[in-house]
């Protein structure tokens, strides 16, 4: 059996796609696996790209892998690519849990792995881990509504994905705040929408015709955010303080127009670029990174400080 041959044998029908570039890679460069949840959510469109950007200015190949919002696809894609022998692998995982075997795979096979937004905390021997610190981001978006409502408010809070490391530290930052205010800002509503917009549409519906007008809605994402937006639209509720996290250029044109009142950036193109260098300067010779855990701190992006913004050049 020939190499293409085993290769087609060995890896799922999902998975197919990421054997046959493979075979067209040049054998004296390095190969990646690039591994991000879902292209169908912008922010991982734009990690993706970064990632892409910094594996061709390294001069090393790049397998992409789209997780497509499915734990067992962004598996059965890091074991195609163990089955393909790369050399390393930068991964944001859908689910910390769920990839954690997968990940724990690729470490015993002695593949360095790099994690990017979501830390796998369960698994010993990850190169490294580059993200954000969310807990502060949670803060510093709960910081900034209660800046803007000094005298108390009411509020809803829409939630990441369940499972999801920066869902899951997102919202201990927002309760950091939050919860010792609880006299004055009470969280009247509060529900996952799954980082999803149109998810976000429906739940905010809902807790508008089930408790009013608040006066903030604090997301854990941008797609929620522009989500809660049109809910609140729909029903002439312009006034609601809407905040968001991830500033994707949509996100910073409301915010630049008024219509969302801030967005968290973390800079997920700078986290992406030094993930990617970090598991090149390994798998080319063995360089320990300086840092095991590198933490960019996010801050809030208004209308007074766009210019801080990581995609303010994508914008319309």
């Excluded at 990632?51 to 992409?64: C, D, R, S, T």
């Excluded at 108390?152 to 530290?169: E, R, S, V, Y």
């Excluded at 609601?240 to 968290?264: C, M, N, Q, S, W």
Aim: aromatic fraction near 4%; include cysteine.
């Amino acid at each position: 059996m020939n190499r293409r041959e085993f290769l087609l044998s060995s890896v799922t029908t999902s998975t197919l796609a990421l054997a046959a570039p493979q075979l067209a890679f040049a054998q004296d460069k390095l190969t990646i696996l690039g591994s991000v949840p879902s292209l169908g959510f912008p922010f991982f469109v734009h990690m993706l790209n970064q990632i892409k950007a910094e594996a061709a200015a390294q001069g090393v190949n790049l397998i992409e892998s789209d997780g497509q919002n499915s734990a067992p696809k962004q598996t059965a894609d890091i074991e195609a690519a163990l089955v393909q022998k790369v050399n390393a692998i930068v991964i944001s995982p859908l689910d910390v849990n769920a990839l954690a075997p997968a990940i724990e795979e690729a470490v015993k096979a002695g593949v360095p792995v790099v994690t990017i937004d979501r830390r796998v905390d369960g698994v010993e021997g990850i190169l490294a881990h580059v993200g954000a610190d969310n807990v502060k981001g949670g803060e510093a978006e709960a910081q900034a509504m209660v800046a803007a409502f000094p005298n108390g408010a009411k509020l809803f809070h829409l939630q990441g994905q369940p499972g999801a490391g920066p869902a899951i530290d997102r919202n201990k930052g927002v309760r950091n705040v939050l919860d010792p205010l609880k006299d004055k800002y009470q969280i009247v509503y509060e529900q996952t929408a799954n980082f999803a917009r149109a998810e976000a549409l429906t739940v905010t519906e809902a807790g508008l015709a089930a408790n009013g007008k608040p006066d903030a809605i604090i997301c854990a994402n941008d797609d929620m955010a522009l989500g809660a937006l049109e809910a609140c639209a729909a029903r002439n509720f312009t006034d609601v303080k809407i905040y968001g996290f991830d500033a994707l250029p949509e996100a910073l044109v409301a915010v630049r127009d008024g219509k969302l009142a801030g967005t968290v950036e973390q800079f997920p193109g700078e986290q992406s670029r030094t993930a990617v260098q970090i598991a090149v300067a390994y798998a080319r010779d063995k360089t320990e990174p300086k840092e095991k855990l590198v933490l960019l701190t996010p801050i809030v992006i208004g209308k007074d400080n766009l210019d801080k913004a990581e995609r303010l050049n994508e914008t319309k």
